[in-house]
């Protein structure tokens, strides 16, 4: 992994892009001390955005036809407590 100076790679900011596009990674300092990461982003395959999509797409008929998100009896501060356990 690359150490670049904030200066220098705010200053060359495209051509790290590039390096990072081919799969380099950089810790970006500022006063010597590691201030951010930058690396390539995760994508994410053809079949897994197609699940997502048909995911969402199943959800939203779901809604529509109920006018709902909750589940019967279901009411939100349920929906809060069961998220903080």
Known sequence: ??????TEAKAH???????VDQ???????RHGRGAAYLGPAQRATTG???QA???LL???????ARASVL????????????GRR
């Open 1 to 6: 992994m690359n150490t670049i100076p904030a």
């Open 53 to 55: 999509v048909a995911e």
């Open 13 to 19: 900011f495209s051509a790290i892009l590039d390096r």
């Open 23 to 29: 799969g380099e990674e950089f810790v970006l300092t």
């Open 58 to 64: 199943a959800w939203r008929s779901k809604v529509a």
């Open 48 to 50: 897994e955005a197609a």
């Open 71 to 82: 589940e019967p009896g279901e009411t939100t501060k349920s929906l809060i407590s069961k």
